[in-house]
């Protein structure tokens, strides 16, 4: 019994045609993962729970690929968990789009908890510099109340990034797959993105010049 | 079946006036409901219309609209709510039907109080998690007293969080898990019963 988390991704060639389809259980959760749940029950502004020495690997990602970064929540501060538009601008946004819910890689990593950023982050979009893969904003869908199964898809995502589109003239390989959440610190004030999971993908996908890689990740119920 | 992203564990523990171990029941959780992918989800919009069912700071069951950035955060431990809280962290109930997955509370929640049927409430104790424990695990603790003069039927357990409407400052406890005890304890005047919920995050 728990929370299982999946994805699907698919790729298509340049002319819409699937080569590949394959379902990938996601189940390395990282030590934001942990934290977050943490946050659920204590984020609060007494100061009597100090979240020091906690550190929260975040990441801010405007104009380049994923990075760690160390953010050390300050006393009072509390961690909101939110609707990742509300934190990086509107739907369509260069700066949403920079801050992928969907986190793509081209390397391998050994899992530790600890890790807070794929080996090899793949460039997702910028409009300040040359892409790799060009994201696709689709629409949301809410949970389904279904009677033993409950589940989201994030396939309709409304901010997710789920479509990438490979405009480079070289074929793209994706290795590594993560998934995002988006936060916002009061103290200091920061909105930023963490790594919730990581999971390699063996054997790698390639992304044909002119194709594209869906990427649809589910929540259920069990 | 590969191993869940997310498990839960319950553990209750029952002593008598005099402090003496009189029950133990542990378990896994069988019942993450659907207010916990609502919660989730919410993550990933914005202008939404759906709502979620909640409770408010007054005991209320309703409903709030997810328009506004919400998130999740500590209510269960705010200092205005610490002790004699029913609402938020652990709750307890005296239902004893199967929990539903689409049913947002527990069937018959135990009040806060000393009158006949009531339990005080005391602080949800949380356990951080270690960055180097694999896998992670966080533990929520509430200790219930009997003060009510007679002994109160104990059937259900739950584990709620907080939920805030940023921009009205409006609190909501949502329940997230829901378990039915394997059989109704009766718990004496005096006694007391530790819930435990362990929340662990698989790798």
Redesign the interface.
């Given at each position: 019994?728990?929370?299982?988390?999946s994805a699907l991704v698919l790729v298509k060639d340049r002319n819409g045609k699937i080569v590949k389809r394959r379902k990938l259980?996601?189940?390395?959760?990282?030590?934001q993962?942990?934290?977050f749940?943490?946050?659920?029950?204590?984020?609060?502004?007494?100061p009597?729970?100090q979240y020091s020495p906690?550190t929260i690997q975040g990441m801010a990602v405007y104009t380049q690929a994923p990075s760690a970064q160390a953010l050390t929540p300050s006393a009072g501060g509390?961690?909101?968990?939110?609707?990742?538009?509300?934190t990086f601008g509107a739907n369509g946004t260069a700066a949403q789009v920079m801050n992928p819910?969907i986190g793509l890689g081209n390397g391998t990593l050994t899992?530790?908890?600890?890790i807070a950023q794929l080996a090899g982050p793949i460039l997702i979009y910028s409009a300040y510099s040359s892409s790799e893969l060009t994201p696709n904003l689709t629409e949301?869908s809410?949970?389904g109340?279904y009677?033993?199964n409950?589940?989201?898809s994030?396939a309709s995502?409304?901010?997710?990034p789920a479509i990438f589109q490979n405009n480079t003239s070289s074929t793209v390989t994706v290795s590594e797959l993560g998934w995002y959440?988006?936060l916002?610190l009061t103290n200091p004030v920061t909105s930023f993105n963490t790594l919730m999971?990581h999971d390699n993908i063996s054997p790698s996908i390639s992304i044909a010049a002119g194709g594209t890689l869906t990427v649809t990740f589910t929540?259920e119920?069990? | 079946m590969?191993?869940?992203?997310?498990?839960?564990r319950y553990r209750v523990v029952v002593r008598d006036a005099q402090g003496r171990i009189k029950y133990i029941e542990e378990a896994?959780?069988?019942?993450?409901?659907?207010n916990?992918?609502?919660?989730?989800?919410?993550?990933?919009?914005?202008n939404?219309t759906?709502t979620i069912s909640v409770v408010d700071s007054s005991g209320n069951q309703t409903t709030t609209t997810l328009t506004e950035?919400?998130?999740?955060?500590?209510?269960?431990?705010?200092?205005t709510t610490q002790v004699g809280n029913p609402y938020a962290?652990i709750q307890v109930g005296s239902g004893t039907s199967s929990p539903s997955?689409?049913s947002p509370y527990l069937e018959s929640l135990i009040l806060n109080g000393t009158s006949p049927g009531q339990l005080s409430y005391a602080f949800?104790d949380?356990t951080?998690?270690s960055?180097?424990?694999?896998?992670?695990?966080?533990q929520?603790t509430q200790t219930l007293t009997n003060n009510s003069g007679g002994s109160v039927t104990v059937g259900e357990i739950g584990l709620a969080?907080?939920l805030?409407n940023?921009s009205t400052n409006t609190y909501y406890a949502a329940l997230i898990i829901h378990d039915v005890l394997s059989s109704a304890i009766s718990l004496p005047y005096g006694g007391t019963i530790t819930v435990t919920y362990t929340?662990q995050?698989?790798?």
């Open positions: 019994m728990g929370i299982h988390l259980r996601l189940h390395s959760a990282t030590y993962f942990a934290q749940m943490y946050e659920m029950f204590t984020a609060q502004v007494s009597s729970i906690i509390v961690l909101y968990l939110v609707p990742i538009s509300s819910i899992f530790s908890p600890s949301a809410p949970p109340a009677a033993n409950p589940s989201i994030y995502f409304y901010f997710s959440a988006a916002y999971t929540v119920l069990e | 590969p191993k869940p992203l997310l498990t839960a896994p959780s069988k019942s993450f409901i659907l916990f992918l609502y919660l989730w989800w919410l993550n990933f919009n914005l939404t759906d950035p919400c998130g999740w955060w500590g209510w269960a431990n705010s200092q962290g997955a689409s949800n949380v951080s998690p960055v180097s424990s694999n896998p992670s695990t966080i929520i969080t907080g805030e940023y929340l995050v698989n790798t």
